[in-house]
């Protein structure tokens, strides 16, 4: 039975840019279940399943339905325990929930406001307006300031990353020597800015850009099947 996933998209339904849509893709491609993405828009989500979540992702599995990203991965992980395993026990389920929260609070704060208005310009015109005046009202400013100074914080952001770049210096993979649900969960983030913007967040000899780039050949070249802004 194919999975559905409900993945957010603008105006041209074969880009899916959430970060944690892309999550989610990477967590059932990894598994090595077959999913269709679901094209949903901004205004669109609050129709999803019936109202199911405010937010998406949401996938339905048969007659279950899931939303949240990490809790859409633990039913994965609980419910298919025959197929590759995500987190490799336990532990590394708490280790994830760090991942997600260092992600969250070191990738995309500066990732947000750097491509707002590169996601703003790739939505539909009734899209627009909801984006803008939801975010308007979480930045406090117009949207075209939010990223006015990204240059300026480039350099700061690179070496936030920092804890990254040396782990990706010892190993190949945040899972180790093959990738786990902490690297989906930092790659989702990064295949974000991707797809919305030509704005380079890394320099190319950046050993997080090549780690990056085996990311998007996983899994049959899934990430890098959709092409960079």
Known sequence: MTISLYDLVGQDPQRPFSPHCWKVAFALAHKGLDFESVPTAFTEVPLVEGGASPTIPVIRDGEVVVADSFAI?????????ERPSMFGGEGGQAMARFVERWSQLTIHPFVGAAVLMDIHDRLAPADQVHFRTTREARFGKPLEEVPARRDEGLAAFRKSLEPLRSTLGVQPYLGG????????????????????????LLEEDDRIADWFERCLSLHGGLGASVAAA
């Open 73 to 81: 991965a633990l039913y994965l992980e609980e419910t298919y325990p």
């Open 177 to 200: 020597q093959q990738p786990l649900f902490g690297d989906y969960i930092v790659a989702g983030a990064f295949q974000w800015a991707r797809v919305v913007s030509p704005f380079r």
